[in-house]
T-cell receptor, first 111, second 115 residues
Framework: LAKTTQPISMDSYEGQEVNITCSHN???????ITWYQQFPSQGPRFIIQ???TKVTNEVASLFIPADRKSSTLSLPRVSLSDTAVYYC????????????FGQGTELSVKP | KAGVTQTPRYLIKTRGQQVTLSCSPI?????VSWYQQTPGQGLQFLFE???????NKGNFPGRFSGRQFSNSRSEMNVSTLELGDSALYLC??????????????FGPGTRLTVT
């Protein structure tokens, strides 16, 4: 399983775009990159998943360079309600339903 | 479609007792995974069940066990509770239709306090 490295914390202000980068140097060929969001005392919530290039949905974009050794989660125009912990996970394929969560990035959005 | 439900939401037990937690996955989801979350260790994988079979297991002692029923509902059991078992226990479900999915849907968790 590829190890991931993310910043421990980030601060932002309402209305700004936030980019959280995750490093995963040992990503395997069949690994996907998945991001989750977690609010205090709640279960994590799936945000976005990608394999290469760019993926966009209604809440975020995921940018993955050609070498796939890193990925960037982009949250456009954050609000106070985006304050949460964001986890980057790498894996999939034949590894079973075993999500390995790192320490995550604690995003704090200020007014 | 109803989300993942977990019961009970809160539980207080004393050391040495045992506890059973229940999880009902999203309708149609056949894979159920369990996780333990503590401030010190973060989110840790316990085990995963698919079609009533344990398919994957994390690094937890044998006091932690689980099972899955034919309707995909799952239970986990912790015997001989220790203070360190105090945690938020999360259940997640996914479709897992042949391809292992990292898109899992988590329940609200059961907050277990061991005194």
């Amino acid at each position: 399983l590829a190890k991931t490295t993310q910043p421990i914390s980030m601060d932002s202000y309402e209305g700004q775009e936030v980019n959280i980068t995750c490093s995963h140097n040992n990503i395997a060929t069949n690994d996907y990159i998945t991001w989750y969001q977690q609010f205090p005392s709640q279960g994590p919530r799936f945000i976005i998943q990608g394999y290469k290039t760019k993926v966009t949905n209604e809440v975020a974009s995921l940018f993955i360079p050609a070498d796939r050794k890193s990925s960037t989660l982009s949250l456009p125009r954050v609000s106070l309600s985006d304050t949460a912990v964001y986890y980057c996970l790498v894996g999939g394929g034949n590894q079973g339903g075993k999500l390995i969560f790192g320490q995550g990035t604690e995003l704090s959005v200020k007014p | 479609k109803a989300g993942v439900t977990q019961t009970p939401r809160y539980l207080i037990k004393t050391r040495g007792q045992q506890v059973t937690l229940s999880c009902s996955p999203i309708s149609g989801h056949r894979s159920v995974s369990w996780y333990q979350q503590t401030p010190g260790q973060g989110l840790q994988f316990l085990f995963e069940y698919f079609s009533e079979t344990q398919r994957n297991k994390g690094n937890f002692p044998g006091r932690f066990s689980g099972r899955q029923f034919s309707n995909s509902r799952s239970e986990m059991n912790v015997s001989t509770l220790e203070l360190g078992d105090s945690a938020l226990y999360l259940c997640a479900s996914s479709l897992a239709q042949g391809i292992i999915s990292y898109e899992q849907y988590f329940g609200p968790g059961t907050r277990l306090t061991v005194t």
